[in-house]
């Protein structure tokens, strides 16, 4: 007598990743700055944290700015350091309302003491909600998160055989959150581009073309059904039923 498999349970989706790109190509296309894209890419951001929010989703971590985006030009770097006070000062109030907790996962010792003041602030005054927790990694490298996990770990006491993947990760910029169970990429482009190297293990992939001030919350439900549709492994085999 066969029996019918029984019916995978839905992958639930605790931590969502993104690569937010497409800014300065967004303005391009308008004529406009490369500026006005990152400025559009914030108000994109804002909308997706309350979508998330209502998806039951617990952890979002964003890539705001890569320790390689130095590289850019002057004034574009120059701006968005500004833009992260602008936005802070505009949106801050309504994200501590919601129940947002904010953590700035990156290298502060660079950035200048106006935004290492902005970042504090923002954390401060969220520290205690307990709804969404966003991390927005700026200037942050997965690199340069593991080698400060290493020396953190060195410098904590830890001999060699100490070293884990399990002791390591709590000294990772992300000590705070599950690995991400999906990375959204939006602008195209189909690489992880140093972007949280050892918390992506087996974190599932979607890459959309959408350039990221035109992400919605259609384009959002698109990839949770994709992400909702597949089976997660972890390096096992797939059941029988499933061949």
């Known amino acids: ?97 919601d129940g947002v907790r904010i953590v700035i996962i990156g290298d502060r010792e660079t950035v200048s003491d106006r935004l290492k003041r902005a970042w504090n602030e923002a954390e401060e005054l969220t520290r205690n909600n307990v709804g969404l927790t966003l991390s927005v990694a700026f200037n942050y490298g997965g690199r340069w998160d593991i080698v400060r996990a290493c020396q953190r770990a060195v410098a904590a006491g830890l001999r060699p055989e100490q070293i884990t993947e399990e002791s390591l990760s709590r000294y990772l910029a992300t000590v705070h959150a599950p690995d991400p169970d999906l990375l959204i990429r939006t602008g195209g482009e189909m690489r992880i581009s140093n972007f949280l190297l050892w918390q992506l293990a087996y974190t599932e992939m979607v890459f959309s073309d959408c350039l990221w001030p035109d992400f919605n919350e259609a384009a959002l439900d698109a990839a949770i059904a994709s992400f909702a549709g597949r089976e997660r492994r972890f390096g096992d085999v797939a059941p029988v039923s499933a061949r």
């Open 1 to 97: 007598m066969s029996t019918s498999p029984k019916p995978t349970p839905p992958l639930v989706l605790r931590h969502l990743a993104i690569v937010m790109d497409g800014n300065g190509r967004w303005a391009q296309k308008r004529h406009l700055p490369r500026f006005f894209g990152h400025k559009a890419g914030v108000d994109t951001l804002v909308k997706l944290i309350d979508a998330c929010r209502a998806r039951g989703i617990e952890h979002l971590t964003v890539y705001a700015f890569s320790s390689e985006n130095w590289r850019r030009p002057e004034d574009e770097v120059s701006g968005l350091m500004g833009l992260v006070i602008v936005a802070v000062t505009k949106y801050l109030t309504k994200l501590a309302r």
